[in-house]
């Protein structure tokens, strides 16, 4: 409709004022200056690196079909008040950690992989989604400006560049740790760009959740999708895509990005 949304789409928005400078360009440039004698920074720029893996290597000889890539992504970062003693058990490490643990046992039958009509899977993991998603944001300009998983010159040999468009399914793990009694799980999705795809994906979920034991909920059609990594790359092409989260329609992890998201508070 061209209306702004009345729901988040931001995890966090940094607004606070940079000490003594205008912009974040002036304020770097300021920060790098050799006759600065002075060692404290103006600012301290966010990054860090994103962690990404293929079940097959995808060499310059191996052609990237359109929607012929599975992505399996979780998020590395939390925001706490202490970094690094506060690692957001549930709300950061739950999701990566499963992922992990998804990798782990697909391993044991890479052979399969080798298969060139079996679908490969990207494992990715994003850094900096707590600070206005600026490690997928940076995947997707990349991609967008054919320079992911790294810029090639012309003439190079080696990995073939990766686009948004060649995904067929995208698959994200987010807080998974407190799952209720009822040990169940809810498949969100972005309701406007919901279509068959989506729901066939939702679907296949369903199908195989029951032999693990753990049900999958879907929530109501009109719900938004949740703080997510699959936001940015909705911007840029429609991939059918699910986020994973143990609450249908709010947090139930009421330590959400707190100091008190430890261990403890999931057991």
Known sequence: TGEPRQFPLCAALVKDAMDAAKDTPT???RSNLVLNLNPDKYCDPLGDFNVYMT???????????????????AKLDGLTIFDTIYPNVDGTVSGFVTLLAAAQALAQ?????????????????????????????????????????????????????????????????????????ESKLWVHSDFVNRDQRVKDIIKTMQEESTASGVNVGI????????????????????????VI?????????KYYNSRFDVATTIK
């Not at 079940?55 to 992504?73: D, V, Y």
């Not at 707590?130 to 940076?138: L, Q, T, V």
């Not at 929530?219 to 699910?242: C, D, R």
């Open 27 to 29: 304020c770097i440039r």
């Open 219 to 242: 929530p109501p059609e009109e719900n938004p999708l949740p703080p997510a990594s699959l936001q940015m790359f909705l911007k840029k092409h429609n991939i059918p895509g699910v």
């Open 245 to 253: 989260a143990e609450h249908e329609q709010e947090f139930i992890n």
């Open 109 to 181: 039958h890479k052979n399969d992989f080798q298969d060139p009509k079996t679908r490969p899977i990207m494992f990715s993991f994003f850094q900096g989604e707590m600070f206005d998603y600026i490690g997928s944001s940076r995947m997707v300009y990349d991609m967008m400006n054919g320079d992911f998983p790294f810029k090639m010159n012309p003439g190079d040999r080696g990995v073939r560049p990766i686009n948004v468009t060649n995904f067929t399914a995208w698959l994200e793990v987010s807080q998974v740790g407190l799952i209720n009694n």
């Open 55 to 73: 079940t097959r290597l995808l060499n310059n000889s191996q052609e990237i079909p359109e929607e012929g890539l599975i992505m399996a992504a």
